[in-house]
């Protein structure tokens, strides 16, 4: 199993055989995700109201897979980043460069849709809680990554750096997890990812359920669309390199 | 290595090295507080430590830029790179060289800000407490965004972008140990206790990511 895998990962090395497959699978994954949305959306506005929160309930079913978005994407660009560190994958920088921007808007998006959410329900746009507040850090490294990405124009050197800068920021990834157990927040702790099973209504969690998928295959649509692009613009820039200097001589 | 530690602290000390510098804008953070928030002297004991924290924080990051600029500039940090002493300890020796050079003048200058402020001599000890065991950590934190940053041609402002969010617990800690000294019912010993773990942590995570960026950047 592991070996096939390995196997797999050796063979998309080459990124002409990635854009291969990704172009071949691009249209199902379009669909999919299209498919898991309407079917998603359909369950939310099917989903009863709450007793207490009403019509406001809805907002958790974008709140809560944007927030865990933006925690896997970010372990998706840490797994990446090791990919650069330890086995050199000429991708994995391709992956961890194209998930950043994706990674900050589905943060941008948990924390929009809390804001509107919160102000109903706790009587403000924001409290600096831990959740919140380490959440509110994440953006921050997203938009740091971003910039550092920009700042170099040299993509093997950034790659690497930026796999350093990546795997040091990954500690806040457990801190936000567990930001609602080990402080007293005003952010409600984890109510379907626990051990003891989902404390949520299944009227409730289906519907999240299928929209944690339908944003889950957002994401991998969005990224291998955003790596596509990566790998056509460096080939772009290359062959500018190479145009100018057979221009010159 | 010790010779490598003077070295840092004489080159920090010397006219330039960004010792001073960092205690005079320490300074001037502090003291343009009173001028946004009112002289209103019980509001400023009350936010006061915090605002030396923050002011310490700013400090430090100031003159991280300089942590391996010099070095890479008259190609002694090629020399460091290539020699049989692990980066690692030569990375560490350099952060504490420089927070020798710079964090330690913030510790001593902080009563004085203090006093300015209306802390209480309590508080004035327990931030001075906390500013000792906290700033290591920023200057480990920092060394690992001045080693990223030590191939760009503007590197400043992206060091204090990457390493503003990573410092953050150490903020946290360090003024919640503050107030568990001063107010009754928080307490002293555990954040205090977390903000030494933390500089633990960073202190071997924060050489080990930096010397991997400059091995990065060097080739």
């Known amino acids: 199993m592991i070996a096939s895998i390995a196997a797999f990962l050796t063979g998309l090395a080459n990124p002409t055989r990635f854009l291969t497959v990704a172009g071949r699978l691009m249209p199902w994954m379009i669909g999919v995700t299209a498919l898991l949305f309407a079917v998603g959306l359909y369950l939310s506005f099917q989903a009863p109201e709450d007793y207490q929160q009403g019509m406001t309930v809805r907002i958790m079913f974008i709140h809560v897979p944007s927030a865990w978005l933006a925690m896997m994407c970010y372990t998706v660009m840490a797994i990446a980043a090791i990919g650069t560190l330890v086995w050199r994958h000429p991708l994995a920088d391709v992956a961890a460069k194209a998930a950043a921007p994706i990674g900050a808007a589905f943060t941008f998006l948990a924390l929009l849709t809390g804001s509107l959410w919160g102000k109903p329900m706790w009587g403000t746009w924001w409290v600096w809680d831990a959740r919140l507040t380490s959440v509110f850090v994440l953006f921050l490294m997203y938009l740091g990554l971003i910039a550092l990405n920009r700042a170099m124009d040299d993509p093997a050197r950034s790659a690497r750096v930026s796999a350093i800068i990546i795997l040091v920021g990954y500690i806040n990834i457990p801190i936000i997890k567990f930001s609602v157990e080990w402080w007293n927040t005003l952010h409600q702790p984890a109510s379907v990812m626990r051990l003891d099973g989902p404390t949520i209504h299944p009227s409730l969690l289906y519907p999240l359920l299928v929209m944690a998928l339908a944003f889950s295959m957002l994401f991998f649509t969005l990224h291998f669309a955003a790596m596509r692009n990566e790998i056509w613009r460096r080939r772009v820039a290359s062959m500018r390199r190479q145009a100018a200097r057979s221009a010159r001589g | ?219």
């Open chain 2, 1 to 219: 290595m010790w010779a490598l530690f003077v070295r840092d602290l004489r080159l920090s000390m010397r006219a330039g090295g960004g010792a001073l510098i960092g205690v005079l804008f320490f300074l001037a953070v502090v003291a343009v507080i009173p001028f946004g928030v009112g002289p209103d002297l019980k509001l400023l004991s009350l936010i006061g430590p915090a605002i030396l924290w923050i002011g310490a924080l700013l400090a430090a990051l100031l003159g991280l830029d300089r942590l391996f600029q010099h070095d890479r500039e008259d190609g002694s940090l090629d020399i460091m790179l290539m020699q049989e002493t692990p980066m690692f300890l030569t990375v560490l020796v350099k952060c504490l060289a420089h927070w020798a050079g710079t964090g330690l003048p913030l510790i001593i200058a902080s009563p004085v800000l203090g006093l300015l402020m209306n802390i209480k001599g309590v508080a004035m000890l327990a931030v001075a407490a906390t500013l000792l065991v906290g700033t290591p950590a920023i200057t480990f934190i920092g060394a690992v965004g001045a080693a990223v940053s030590v191939a760009l041609p503007r590197g400043g402002v992206l060091v204090s972008v990457l390493v503003l969010p990573l410092a953050v617990p150490v903020l946290i800690f360090g003024v919640s140990a503050v107030y568990g000294a001063v107010e009754d019912p928080a307490p002293f010993t555990p954040p205090f206790l977390i903000l030494c773990a933390i500089t633990l942590f960073f202190s071997v995570l924060g050489p080990l990511a930096a010397s991997a960026a400059l091995r990065a950047s060097a080739d």
